[in-house]
C-alpha cells in the first residue's frame, strides 16, 4: 500500500468515527442553525453569529471530504465551498461595526475557504476574498498571519499574483523559509508542464509528510493537521486552478499518486454559488 493510501484510509476512518457520532449532526448542524437564527433576533448582530456558520464549516466540510473519499462525488461540495465564504463576508461586515475589536479568524482556516472558492472557479468571489484577507492581515481579525503556516501563504501568495494584486506581506509574519512552496512561487506561471508536474510531485510528498495529529506545544508547524486535510491537496488545486485562470495549460495527468484522487481533480464544469438563506438574512441585517 502507497504512502497516499495510507493516508487516505486513515482520512476515511478518521471522518467515518466523527460523522457516525449522533453528537456530530447535533453539535455542527442543529447547534449552528439554531445559533445564527437566535443571533438573528437580537437588535444588534453580535460578532458570536459567526460561530454558529463555523460550526456548520466543519459539518458540511468533513461530510464533502469524506463522500468524495467513498463515493469520489459529493453534493456539498459547493456548499461547503459557499458557507466558508460567507464566513469571511460577514466577518468583515462585522469588523467594520466592531471596528476596535473585530471577529478574530484563524489564519489557516482562512486559506483554506479561500482555496475552495479558487477551485470552484468562482474567481469573482476569489477576488473579494483576497481584498478582505489581505486588509485583515493589518488587524486584529487575522494578526498579521502566522508564520509556521507556510502552506497558508502559499495559497494567499499565488492567489494575488493570479490576479494581478502587487501585495506587499513583508511586515507581516511571512515565513522566512518558505520551503518546496518557494520553488512553486517562482514558477507559479511557467509554461512547462513538466516543471509543474515536478513541483507537484514535491509539494504532495510535504503534504503527506505534514498530514498527521501533533500536540500544539511540540509541532505547531504541522500544515495539514486535521483528518478532512489529510490527503486534500487543496493548496496544490489553488495554485492549478490560479495557472487556469490565466490560461496556463496544467499536466493533463500527474505522476504523484496524490493527485489521481478524485477529491483533488479540479471541476470541468463551473456550477454558480449556491444561495443561502440563513447567510442572506444576516447579511441583510447587517448592511441594513
Known amino acids: 500500500m502507497s504512502r497516499t493510501e495510507d493516508k487516505q484510509k486513515e482520512a476515511i476512518a478518521e471522518l467515518h468515527e466523527w460523522l457516525e457520532n449522533p453528537l456530530s449532526k447535533e453539535d455542527y448542524t442543529i447547534y449552528g442553525v439554531n445559533k445564527i437564527e437566535e443571533k438573528l ?6 460578532k458570536s453569529t459567526l460561530n454558529g456558520f463555523e460550526s456548520l464549516d466543519n459539518w458540511y466540510n468533513n461530510n464533502f471530504i469524506y463522500d468524495m473519499l467513498t463515493k469520489n462525488q459529493s453534493d456539498l461540495r459547493g456548499i461547503a465551498a459557499a458557507n466558508g465564504y460567507q464566513i469571511l ?13 473585530p471577529p478574530s479568524l484563524s489564519f489557516d482556516k482562512v486559506a483554506y475557504w479561500l482555496s475552495n472558492c479558487l477551485l470552484q472557479k468562482w474567481y469573482n468571489e476569489s477576488r473579494n476574498l483576497i481584498k478582505i484577507i489581505n486588509n485583515g492581515l493589518s488587524t486584529e481579525m487575522l494578526e498579521g498571519g502566522w508564520e509556521i503556516k507556510s502552506a497558508s501563504w502559499f495559497i494567499l501568495e499565488i492567489a494575488n499574483r493570479g490576479f494581478g494584486i502587487d501585495a506587499d ?4 509574519n511571512y515565513p522566512n523559509d518558505m520551503g518546496c512552496y518557494q520553488e512553486a512561487i517562482d514558477n507559479w506561471n511557467t509554461h512547462d508542464a513538466r516543471q509543474v508536474d515536478s513541483i507537484i510531485t514535491k509539494l504532495c510528498e510535504f503534504h503527506l509528510e505534514n498530514a498527521t495529529y501533533g500536540e500544539e506545544e511540540t509541532t505547531p508547524d504541522i500544515q495539514f493537521g ?5 490527503v486534500y491537496a487543496f493548496e496544490i488545486l489553488a495554485w492549478l486552478s490560479v495557472r487556469e485562470k490565466i490560461g496556463l495549460e496544467n499536466p493533463i495527468e500527474f505522476t504523484h499518486s496524490l493527485m489521481h484522487i478524485e477529491l483533488n481533480k479540479l471541476p470541468n464544469t463551473i456550477v454558480p454559488m449556491p444561495s443561502i438563506e440563513l447567510f442572506n438574512k444576516v447579511l441583510t441585517k447587517l448592511v441594513s
Do not use: T
Open 89 to 101: 463576508v460577514l466577518a468583515d461586515k462585522f469588523a467594520e461595526i466592531y471596528s476596535n475589536n
Open 169 to 172: 506581506f513583508s511586515k507581516f
Open 41 to 46: 433576533q437580537e437588535e444588534r448582530l453580535p
Open 226 to 230: 486535521d483528518s478532512a486535510w489529510f
